[in-house]
Every structure is written in C-alpha cells, then in structure tokens.
C-alpha cells in the first residue's frame, strides 16, 4: 500500500508554479506529491500558520572530496570552536567552516536543503569525493567534474580533434559519476604547474592554445550530449581588482550559450590596484540582464574567518603572498590542482568591505531567477550562516546596520546605500531552492508540482523573512519525516547520488587518447574509471 | 577488472591484471596475478615485498581464539562487543592497512563506545600532519613527478628498500608527458645519515650529521635569501656542498622533495618537516617545487583522511566527551597505554606489539587486548581475542588511498574463509548498539 501523506492548511510558496502564499493541502504518495489522492490512511500534518515550501538546492558548495579533507586537516583551531556532540544515532563531529561530513549534512538539513552539489572534483580523485558523499546522510547530492586544465583536452584540441575531444569530455563525466562540467581558471591551473601565471581567455597557453577554445569546447559538449546543467564555470582572473572585465569578456564571448556563472560576486571588482578597489556589480549586472540564458551565483563574503579552497591554485599562492597565511597546493597529474588558504574577511578592511558589498549589489539589481543564494561555502563563509546573507538580502535596515561599522571609505566605492529593494519571502525561495533546481535541470526537485520529490520545507512563520528561513521547522524527504521541531530526527538514510550518463563508453575513446593516458597518468586506465560500488543509491539522467 | 578465464584450469582459475598491491603507499596498479584453483601461483611485475605477499597469501593465517582457546567468528565477535561496550576508555588503534570503508566503521565505533582511536600515523608521519597544521604543504600527485619534475630530492628515505618500485613509476627511471628520457630528463639529490642502495644512483649525495637535517634546511633557506651562513661546515655538510644542492635546485623546471621518517623520527620531528615545507614554499617565488611524505603502509593516507572527514583531525583523537578531541601525546596510542590510561584496546590491522616502545606493550599485556587481523603476528600472539578477516586487496575488496591521495579501487583476488575487517567491524557496531543503546 502507498504511503500517504498530507500537509493541510499550510501557506504555500511554490514559485515555480505561480503559487506565493496561497492556503493549500499538499499530497504526497511513495515520495512523489501527487495532485489529489485519496486522504484515507493518510499521515496527516497541520501546517495552519505555517509556511510550507520546496526543499533548497545547493548549487556550489565545497562539501566533499580530497581538498576539504586537506583543509580539516590543517585547521584544528577552526574546529574547536564549534564541536558537536553525538546524539545517538547522529553522529559527533565539528562545524564551522569546515564541517564534518555527517555534519555537514545536518546543517543543510536544518536550513531546508535536500539536495547539495560539490562544486569541484579532480576526475583522478573522484572516488574520494563520492567516499565522503556517502558519509553525508539523508540528502540528494551530485558532483561536479572538473575539466578546464586537462592536458589530454588541450592535446585533442591542438591537433583540431574536435569530435574526439567532445568524446572525451562525454566520457570523462561519464567514468567518474559527474553531473556537470566544472571549469576554474580556463588554461590559468595548468599554467602555474610551469610556473607561470596565466590571466586570459584569448593569449595561448603552454599548450599554443587559448582558453576561449578550451571553454567553447566544452560549452559545446554541454549543449551536445544534452546535460541537464551548463558548464559551470569559474573564470579567469578572480578575486582582483578589475575582474569585472574578466566576467563582461566570459559573458561576451560566450552570450550565445547556456553557462552558469559561479561565485559572480567575485568578478565585481573594479580599480587597477588594491587602493583603487570598487564595485563594478552594475556593470557585471547590466550586461547578465541581457542574457536570460546565463545563470550565476551570489558567492556573497560574510566577516568571518574561514577557508578558502579552490582549483584555482594560481590565485590561492597569491592569496597566500598577500596574507602571509598558510598555504596548501597540490597538483594533480594532467587534469586540475587545489588550493587552500585560511583567510578572515574583517570589516575593518575596505576591500574585504567592497567584497561584502558587490555580492549584495549583485543580487539586489537581478531578477532572483538568474541568480541565486550562495557564499561559495567555505570560501565567502560558511553555508550555515546563509541566514545573515538573507537577512541583508531582505532589510535595508539590516544592510545599514553592517555599513555603519564599515571603513568610511567605503561609500564611494560601492553603491549599495543607493539600492533599496529589499526581496521577499518568494524571492529568497526562488533563490534559494526554485532557481537552482531549474539551473541545475533536476525535473522533480525546487517546486511542489505533481511528480515532484517530496522534499518539503515547513518552516514556522516569524516576524522577518530572515528569522523565517533562519531554521526549517520540519523538513520532509522523499516523504519521510528527517527534521522534526528543528532537530535531525532520521539516522543514517542514504540520499541518492545523481549522476548522468552521456553514453561515452571506455571502447569509444581512440588509441591516441588511450597512449596518452598510459604515458601522462600514473594509474593504469582500468583502475581509472570508477566502479559502479561507488555510485550507492544513484539516479542516472541519460542524456545521449 | 579484466578476467582472463581460462576453461582449461577451471572456474578458479584466471590471470587477473592490473591488479592494486596491498602492501606500501605507492599502491603499484600494474600487478598480474595468476590463480589457480583458488591459490595465487604467480605474480608479475610486483616488487619483492608484494609479489610475497601474494604468493604467501595462506601462510601464518590468524585464528579465531578467546583466550588462548579456538572459538567461533560469532563467539569472538561477541566476546569483542562485551569487552569494548563495558570498558571505560577502550582504545581503537591500528587502520592502516585496510580499507576506507572499514576505517570508516572504527570511527564509528570509538564514537559509540566514548574510546580513544588513533592510528599507526602517530608512530610515523604523525609530525608531517602537525607540520602541515603549522604550514600548509605545497604538493603534488605522483604523476606530476612522472610528468613534470627535472630534480628530484630523497630526505630521510631509502626507497629502493622501503617503497621498492617508487624509482621505477614515479620519481626516478619513470618517463612522462615532459620527461620523455625517463632518468637522463633528472638529477637526483639524495640527503641522508649514511649511504644507501637508493643514494648510490644520486647525481649529488650529501650526508648530514644525524639529527642535524634542521640546520641544513635554515642553511639552505638562508642561501635562498642571499644570506651566507656564518660557518663553514652545517650539520656535517660543506656549505658549498649546500650551495651546489641549492643550484640543482634552482635549476628545476619543477621540483619535488619526498622525505621519510629520517625527518620525522628524528630529534626535532615535526620542525623538521616545517622546515623543509618552508623551503620548498620559499622555492616557489623562483620555480615550481613540491614536496611529499613516502607514506609507509598502503592505506596510512586513507586512515587520516577518513578520521579528518568524520572527526575533523587526523589521528590521536578521543570520544569520551561525546564530540571529537585532538590531542597528540595526550589521546596518542602511545601516550595513553604508557600512563596505563585505556582499560581495553581494540586493534585493527596493524601489529603494535611489535613496534610500540616496551613500556606501553607491557601495558597492553595487562589489559584486555582484541586484535583484528588476516595474519598471524606478535599482537595477535598477546591478544585476549583473536579475530581473523579476509585480506584487503587479496582476499577482499575494498578503496584504498595512495601516499599522495590518488584513491584506488583494490581487487578481491582470491577467496578467504573469513569476512572482511568492514563486515566485522560492522558486527561489532550492531553489537554495542544492542548492549548501550537498545538499538
């Protein structure tokens, strides 16, 4: 027999069905919400008072995989500060910027999301992200492949093998259980393993090609095999001043095609030096808008101290000549390498000020559909302070608050005081949940629609949209009951991993790739691509 | 996993290929292992230590025992559940030499029962990861050092004994995507207390004073800077010997320092290794360097990573409060068994009565021991309860992580009479749920 559910009287927000607060019973059997059923037998939840909504979606986060390891590793002054404690059958670990796994998962859980995505996987390393996945309980979770700096693509693209080379790009998700193609730093991550710093889409590598060859390669696989999300793409030139060029040249060249535009907050940066530093959000704003088929993420900073971690190893060793702080790098054979740098954002800085206040620019000037809710967790902060980000996202007063303890330099380097639209319940909805389910292509997830998962939010109603979503009051997934009155209530349910298949088979790839695989890797081919033991409780989306 | 069955020999019997060997922390993939009959009869490619290991899979098998008595797996699990679920600090200790996934049952397990867990790292490279916490650490993976590295430098190691086929894959002879001539593309600079079989192919040799690595890496580190050293001779060494290391070095198109436990076990330890990651960070405003622990035991890497991602830190770490502590000396095997700290002790894979100091052994003989292990060894001579499990990577499948974190699949190559080190942890916890939570 079925198992029903329904949650009565709750004010609906199903932004992606036109519904804003409407008093509705939502039906839910075997996990699916269904659009009427038969209420006998049914598990009955009075949501009166209530806002009920669809579970969040995380769009970029780093969660899993070799380089957070790395960073819990180095940092255990960051873990004594938030311990938690084991209650049985939830597990013990640590928190703040760089959680535990299990823990991870409970503080998603406890802010509505049920489904979370890693932002970067080296393909060499993906067993150990999926490793960590299965040590994150309860959630949905997918996995993004990086591939911009991969020496067999660039070596297929010099030699104008453009069919060979898509083949490889459908393969390489393939083998290692990815959603999405992830680029960072196009060009820029192998450059550095020669000890150069590379900052362009269109000068020639060491490899005599350009970036904007590697990129359109792979804007085009995507778009080819049909992925349900875009390149995923962290451009060139993050993080210094005058990035904001980096980010109007990536949407030039590329306005034609679908792409996701990552932690956008960070290519907001005008000026040519650090004494000179500005926000040029409008400028990154104004040009998106003209382009309803890019779609970005905040990658908002908050004034904390935390991790940063990134493929992008170029920008982490200058981060790291900046501060003086501790610096991890790995490069990794062919493809990628990571970063990792401890850095605290402080008011006092009015660059780290500028950063607060482009992220914010940024979302407040673009309809929440094109850009969504995200601190590039650990790097602009950590996820479980997204409450702080809503809240200034939704009161001017709130925003004021932060400006008044800011450098007084900070006014005419910024325009934020001059923007006063404060976004609503809907909106922070959108941004947190409707928008990115809809980036991301996951069909059933982000609304309340018949066929949806039943991954529902109720959240209790509270005097501000930020206290509201401050803490989910109970979270349904697939159904089942797993957060009740705030607390995890579900112990050790596996989510399901989901991945895609472009249909790229090993046998696809010809002789020329595999000779350069025997002669640049050091595993054997075979023992490269990752066993289907790893892939627990998956959902494939075919898309040949 | 290519299986090559042949009808001939029966359904047992196969040549398997690329197979990943158990044994050290290069995680060799290239392996060819033949079976015959449900035995391994021939082994290719391996090196000495791991082709034994294959070919030795049957011998000095572990028993089930209690007590000095034969029992059952089901008796000796239970006895185990018993033991641990009534101690007061049980110690979980061992890990590396199995899988990830059994790893990630012993955390779970010193969680349950609010016991101490550390592994073999704090008797090893425990100091590498202190330095690292200290430092960062700028690295690479192995095929980087394939692929890219012109110099490369050995400190404190002896590969050809301890990481036999490192030379070959990844460091030395190995021809990559820049050093198409495998050794003639390199300069090898090898620093140690004495010679080896492993210095003996260097292009530079030098040979530094025991205990004395710390002075040559400030040494070193202030002729990057432009600072000539007041004296003549550092640590044993020349310092034009060190200026001609420092030009090898500044020559690189990409360097990589791999050093072993002449730094980390000797006096200084984890300054040691500070130092030398500090060199090689310093290396990098004039050319590409990385530097990389020759991580002993073929999981060491996985046992660290595992404890970081599920407690935060990556060894000596202690439950009893409920949430994860870190402590090196204080929750350290060691440390805890000397101050006569633990009431029980449970080991897994790995073999501490031969290779703790005297003083915590004889700890161990006078509390309740329970070792989890394929082999016979001194531990599970001493044990109270003796649990014997199938082998990781012979008789068991299973991920391990190589000593630069590249994760491998390992092949269950054979069968084995007993469950695998995950199966039986996984008792465990089913059993201790039952005793203290009415799960």
Known sequence: MAKKLVIKNGMVYDPANGVEGEIRDIFVSD???????????????????????????EIHSHIAGPKLTVGRLLRPEDHIKDVVKAEYPLRSGVGFSIPTTFVTAYRYLLLGYTTLMEAAVPPLEARHALDELEDMPIVDKGMYI???????????????????????????????????????????????????????????????????????????SAEEFHLPHPVHLHTYNLGSPGSYRAALDTINAFGDYSLHLTHLQYYCYGGD???????????VASELRKHPNITADMGQVLFEDTTTMTADTPWQYRLHTLTNNRWVSTDVEVEVGAGIVPYKYKKSSVVNAVQWAAGLELALMLDPWQIFLTTDSPNGGPFFMYPEVVKWLTSEDARRDVIKTLPSSFRKRTFLEGIHRELSLSEIIIMMSAGPAKALGLANKGHLGAGADADIAIYKKRSSVADTMGSVYMLFKDGELVVDKGKVVSGERLGRFVRVDTGVEDKMLDDKVMKMFSEYYSVNFSNYVVEDVYFKNEEVIRCE | MELETSAKRGVESMKIENVVCPFCGCLCDDIEVEVDNGKIVNV????????????????????PVMYGKKASIDDVVSEAVRVLSSAKHPLVYGLSSTSIEAQRKAVRLAELIGGSIDQTSSVCHGPTTM???????PTCTLGEAKNRADVVVFWGSNPLES?????ERYSLFAKGMLISHGRKDRKLVVVDVRDTVSSKLANL???????????????????????????????GVHVDKLKEMLDIMLSARYGVIFFGMGLTMTGGKYHNVEAAISLVRELNAHTRWSIEAMRGHYNVKGAGSVLAWQTGFPFSVNFSLGYPRYMPGEFSAVGLLKRREVDAMLVIASDPAATFPSAAVKSMMDIPVIAVDPKKSLTTEVADVVIP???????????????????????????????????????????????????
Not at chain 1, 273 to 283: D, I, N
Not at chain 2, 163 to 167: E, I, K, W
Not at chain 2, 412 to 432: A, F, R, T
């Open chain 2, 131 to 137: 330095a690292i916490q200290q430092s960062g650490i």
């Open chain 2, 163 to 167: 990481h036999q086929r490192h030379y």
């Open chain 2, 205 to 235: 040799f030098v040979q530094v004073e025991y205990g004395r690595d710390y002075d040559i890496f400030t040494a070193l580190r202030m002729l990057l800077k432009g600072i000539q050293p007041s004296e003549e001779f550092i640590g």
């Open chain 1, 31 to 57: 996990g699916k919400v269904v659009e009427s059923m038969d209420v006998k037998n049914a598990e009955v939840i009075d949501a009166t008072g209530m806002i009920v909504a669809p579970g969040n979606v």
């Open chain 2, 44 to 63: 290719k490619k391996s090196c000495g230590v791991g082709r034994a290991l294959f070919l030795n899979h049957e011998k000095d098998l572990a028993e």
């Open chain 1, 273 to 283: 030096g650090w004494p000179t530093f500005r926000s040029e959000a409008e400028k």
């Open chain 2, 389 to 439: 499990v199938a082998q990781v990577g012979v008789s068991a499948e299973g991920t391990a992580y190589r000593m630069d974190g590249v994760p491998l699949r390992l092949k269950k190559v054979v069968n084995s009479p007993y469950p695998s080190d995950e199966e039986i942890i996984s008792l465990m916890i089913k059993g201790v749920e039952r005793v203290r939570y009415s799960g």
């Open chain 1, 146 to 220: 990086l591939m911009g700096n991969n020496n067999i693509l660039f070596s297929l693209l010099k030699d104008k093998e453009h069919d060979m080379a898509k083949d490889f790009v459908g393969w390489l998700l393939r083998a290692t259980g990815g959603y999405a193609i992830k680029v960072v730093n196009p060009g820029g991550t192998d450059s550095w393993k020669w000890g150069k710093i590379f900052n362009s889409l269109r000068d020639e590598t060491m490899w005599g090609i350009k970036p904007v060859e590697i990129l359109k390669l792979l804007v085009e």
